[in-house]
């Protein structure tokens, strides 16, 4: 009978950083983007399915209200929780977090076009904070949880590659897949095939984050490194420290501009493809090619950021982004076949960019708590992950629905009455050409204000260079051996 293979363990006893840490971390985020894929589609069900309007941006925003209590309220939870669990705190609030998301998902998509307007508001707000709240839960937790898988600043880059790989792979197949099964034959969207998708991808992360869940090896020590050791928890203290928080604000603010482009522009780039290339299926193959420069990239990453630092490499890839973000003005209106090209091309140098700050930005988080610690004496891991988590949440809520709000005012508005309920609702088909080419102007537009935003961020505000790293581990390692 064959001997199963002993695990390599380290001076700790605990099994040795390898791949199986990185494909682990990466199943999680899969597990997350399941759930989440689905909202870049949401504007487009509310209102054009559901009927909604404009009344879908008010209600976008106002759901934010939502996610401003509950993101740091969970992320404090879980910095003075002191309950000792089987395994982790973080992974048992992963566990909860990943039943909920089951059909936290298809709460959101709810397809009632019938209802009367009062009624469709109440099922959007409380299909929205019901997803958030297990969202929440599942991915506060999950974020907090790099920084003590390791301490090693090149694991913490395999672990940030490859959580974008399972990101990308949890867009990829939606992305790909989602635009032959949720519209119909004239390129108008299916609700009850939209709810359908939700409810079966909450099962599919769920398998994800079960598998997450059981393979997580945590080799940090957190009572050791918290010096705090049983004080209580200050949340609005905590808070304060997160703001005073360079790396964490930088980081912030960049995550922010990415999802203003991924999040904004994704609404407007729906109906781009609805109405202006009028092909929704080739949506997903375009955008999946635009990933290409994430795989390329994702395998350096490591050797990169020994060699170069993350702030380094993830400036450089912001410049990438800008120049890409231009590019997409140059339009042929007359010619979509051209234009196309021209389209995918810029896509992919803005990619290219994306891909370079997207492998690094969850170690440059891990890195702020460690900043955290190094000036407070305080790592409060929850808490800077959770606010950061309700900065990104507020873009994804508010650039939907300013990209909306724009999209309004360049001619895309209720222009159709439903003969059976009387209900205003959104034709595509009815909308003129000139409309079209301004939402692909506004679509470049999104994508420059982003890339902008993460310049700014990782380049002016975040400040831990790879010199200014290696002395803040230094001093930590050196701080926690004498504790």
Same mark, same amino acid.
């Given at each position: 009978?064959?001997?199963?293979?002993?695990?390599?363990?380290?001076?700790?006893?605990?099994?040795?950083?390898?791949?199986?840490?990185?494909?682990?971390?990466?199943?999680?985020?899969?597990?997350?983007?399941?759930?989440?894929?689905?909202?870049?589609?949401?504007?487009?069900?509310?209102?054009?399915?559901?009927?909604?309007?404009?009344?879908?941006?008010?209600?976008?925003?106002? #759901?934010?209200?939502?996610?401003?209590?509950?993101?740091?309220?969970?992320?404090?939870?879980?910095?003075?929780?002191?309950?000792?669990?089987?395994?982790?705190?973080?992974?048992?609030?992963?566990? %909860?977090?990943?039943?909920?998301?089951?059909?936290?998902?298809?709460?959101?998509?709810?397809?009632?076009?019938?209802?009367?307007?009062?009624?469709?508001?109440?099922?959007?707000?409380?299909?929205?904070?019901?997803?958030?709240?297990?969202?929440? %839960?599942?991915?506060?937790?999950?974020?907090?949880?790099?920084?003590?898988?390791?301490?090693?600043?090149?694991?913490?880059?395999?672990?940030?590659?490859?959580?974008?790989?399972?990101?990308?792979?949890?867009?990829?197949?939606?992305?790909?897949?989602?635009?032959?099964?949720?519209?119909?034959?004239?390129?108008?969207?299916?609700?009850?095939?939209?709810?359908?998708?939700?409810?079966?991808? *909450?099962?599919?992360?769920?398998?994800?984050?079960?598998?997450?869940?059981?393979?997580?090896?945590?080799?940090?020590?957190?009572?050791?490194?918290?010096?705090?050791?049983?004080?209580?928890?200050?949340?609005?203290?905590?808070?304060?420290?997160?703001?005073?928080?360079?790396?964490? %604000?930088?980081?912030?603010?960049?995550? $922010?501009?990415?999802?203003?482009? $991924?999040?904004?522009?994704?609404?407007?780039?729906?109906?781009?493809?609805?109405?202006?290339?009028?092909?929704?299926?080739?949506?997903?193959?375009?955008?999946?090619?635009?990933?290409?420069?994430?795989? #390329?990239?994702?395998?350096?990453?490591?050797?990169?950021?020994?060699?170069?630092?993350?702030?380094?490499?993830?400036?450089?890839?912001?410049?990438?982004?800008?120049?890409?973000?231009?590019?997409?003005?140059?339009?042929?209106?007359?010619?979509?076949?051209?234009?196309?090209?021209?389209?995918?091309?810029?896509?992919?140098?803005?990619?290219?960019?994306?891909?370079?700050?997207?492998?690094?930005?969850?170690?440059?988080?891990?890195?702020?708590?460690?900043?955290?610690?190094?000036?407070?004496?305080?790592?409060?891991?929850? #808490?800077?992950?959770?606010?950061?988590?309700?900065?990104?949440?507020?873009?994804?809520?508010?650039?939907?629905?300013?990209?909306?709000?724009? $999209?309004?005012?360049?001619?895309?508005?209720?222009?159709?009455?439903?003969?059976?309920?009387?209900?205003?609702?959104?034709?595509?088909?009815?909308?003129?050409?000139?409309?079209?080419?301004?939402?692909?102007?506004?679509?470049?537009?999104?994508?420059?204000?982003?890339?902008?935003?993460?310049?700014? *961020?990782?380049?002016?505000?975040?400040?831990?260079?790879?010199?200014?790293?290696?002395?803040?581990?230094?001093?930590?390692?050196?701080?926690?051996?004498?504790?």
């Amino acid at each position: 009978m064959k001997k199963q293979k002993t695990p390599q363990l380290d001076a700790n006893g605990k099994r040795k950083f390898g791949i199986l840490d990185s494909v682990s971390y990466a199943a999680g985020d899969l597990g997350c983007n399941m759930s989440f894929a689905l909202k870049g589609t949401m504007a487009a069900f509310w209102t054009q399915v559901m009927g909604l309007g404009l009344w879908y941006s008010l209600l976008l925003v106002v #759901v934010q209200v939502w996610d401003a209590i509950n993101d740091p309220l969970i992320g404090s939870i879980v910095d003075s929780d002191r309950h000792t669990y089987k395994r982790n705190k973080f992974l048992q609030y992963i566990w %909860v977090g990943s039943i909920g998301l089951i059909v936290g998902g298809a709460c959101c998509f709810l397809p009632f076009p019938g209802a009367p307007t009062w009624a469709k508001i109440i099922i959007f707000i409380a299909g929205y904070v019901i997803w958030d709240a297990f969202y929440t %839960v599942a991915n506060v937790p999950y974020g907090s949880l790099l920084s003590l898988i390791s301490n090693e600043p090149a694991d913490r880059a395999s672990l940030s590659a490859w959580r974008s790989i399972g990101s990308m792979l949890g867009n990829m197949l939606p992305m790909v897949i989602l635009p032959f099964i949720i519209y119909n034959e004239d390129e108008s969207l299916n609700g009850p095939r939209v709810f359908l998708a939700a409810l079966i991808m *909450g099962v599919l992360g769920f398998i994800c984050f079960q598998f997450m869940i059981k393979t997580t090896e945590v080799r940090v020590d957190t009572e050791l490194k918290v010096s705090e050791e049983r004080e209580k928890f200050n949340v609005i203290k905590a808070m304060g420290n997160f703001c005073t928080n360079r790396p964490a %604000v930088g980081a912030t603010l960049a995550a $922010m501009g990415m999802f203003i482009g $991924m999040q904004g522009a994704a609404t407007a780039v729906s109906v781009v493809f609805q109405i202006y290339f009028k092909n929704t299926e080739i949506s997903g193959i375009v955008q999946l090619f635009s990933m290409i420069p994430i795989l #390329v990239f994702t395998p350096l990453a490591r050797k990169m950021v020994t060699k170069f630092g993350k702030k380094e490499l993830s400036v450089v890839g912001a410049v990438c982004s800008i120049i890409g973000a231009c590019g997409l003005f140059i339009i042929t209106p007359d010619n979509t076949g051209t234009d196309l090209l021209i389209y995918i091309l810029c896509q992919l140098v803005y990619s290219l960019g994306l891909g370079i700050y997207s492998t690094v930005s969850w170690a440059m988080m891990g890195d702020a708590i460690d900043y955290n610690e190094w000036k407070t004496g305080k790592r409060e891991e929850g #808490v800077v992950y959770s606010l950061h988590s309700f900065f990104r949440k507020l873009a994804q809520g508010v650039g939907p629905a300013v990209a909306l709000v724009i $999209m309004s005012t360049l001619g895309y508005v209720n222009n159709a009455v439903d003969p059976v309920t009387g209900e205003a609702f959104i034709d595509v088909t009815l909308l003129s050409w000139d409309v079209a080419v301004n939402l692909r102007y506004l679509v470049a537009a999104l994508f420059l204000v982003s890339a902008i935003m993460q310049f700014i *961020g990782l380049g002016l505000v975040y400040n831990l260079d790879k010199k200014t790293l290696a002395k803040m581990n230094a001093d930590l390692e050196a701080r926690r051996s004498a504790e």
